[in-house]
């Protein structure tokens, strides 16, 4: 089955500074990336699409200053939360389908602390 | 754009029980309708999913359920045991565009041994 890999799974870093996770598919081509931001307790919520080779679409309310989104090829998608602060702390998942298929598939998530 | 409501946001049940979570979505070009279930900590995993020109569609334990004119979905999972306590979320989707999904608010399923 399709594999999207995201590293690192955990990650702490200073407030001020920035992060950058990433997002690979591992036995496909993703023409489209999604990236979620998930709080405790609650619902995944969209934060950007990617396709390969154009700019992010951001959803209503993210700041596409603060969180950067690079899809450069089609199996790596890149998401850098810069200057980040402790409410950026949250896991964040990111999935991937190809041109061909509605099923997007998951990443393992990343765990983001900022202290 | 699309809204998807989930409920109930926590349901318990004896196992052996069924158990029902229904979702309603509001963009009616909304096509693809996935099932998943998280694990705390894990990613979503797909457990199933109807796309709007099929009215129900089951798999073993679990089936889903779809009125397009009354615009929800609901997941029914019979015979529940305990390992399927964990999180589900429903979510819509369009297959034009960018396909992107948006999910319901989640609902905590706990069957009791």
């Known amino acids: 089955g399709a594999v999207v890999s995201q590293h690192p799974s955990r990650v702490i870093c200073k407030s001020g500074t920035s992060v950058k996770i990433e997002c690979r598919s591992l036995?496909?081509?993703?023409?489209?990336m999604f990236w979620y931001r998930q709080f405790p307790k609650q619902s995944l919520m969209l934060m950007a699409t990617?396709?390969?080779?154009?700019?992010?679409?951001?959803e209503q309310g993210v700041e596409k200053d603060k969180f950067l989104i690079n899809h450069a090829s089609l199996t790596l998608s890149t998401l850098t939360v810069t200057s980040a602060h402790p409410e950026d702390s949250s896991f964040y998942i990111c999935?991937?389908?190809?041109?061909?298929?509605?099923?997007?598939?998951f990443g393992q998530g990343t765990r983001l602390t900022v202290v | 754009g699309e809204n998807v409501e989930q409920h109930p946001s926590t349901l318990s049940v004896q196992e052996g029980d069924s158990a029902v979570i229904k979702c309603t979505y509001s963009?009616?070009?909304?096509?693809?309708f996935p099932w998943y279930k998280q694990e705390l900590g894990k990613r979503p995993q797909l457990i199933i999913d109807?796309?709007?020109?099929?009215g129900e569609k089951k798999d073993q334990r679990i089936a889903v359920t779809l009125n397009k004119t009354a615009k929800h979905f609901s997941l029914h999972i019979t015979e529940t045991q305990p390992e399927d306590s964990a999180v589900y979320f429903c979510?819509?989707?369009?297959?034009?565009?960018?396909?992107?999904?948006?999910f319901g608010t989640g609902t905590r399923l706990k069957v009791l041994a």
């Open positions: 979510a819509a989707s369009t297959s034009t565009g960018t396909y992107k999904y948006i």
């Open positions: 963009d009616s070009a909304s096509n693809y």
């Open positions: 036995d496909f081509q993703a023409t489209t």
């Open positions: 109807i796309r709007s020109n099929v």
């Open positions: 990617s396709n390969e080779g154009s700019k992010a679409t951001y």
């Open positions: 999935s991937a389908r190809t041109a061909l298929n509605t099923e997007a598939f």
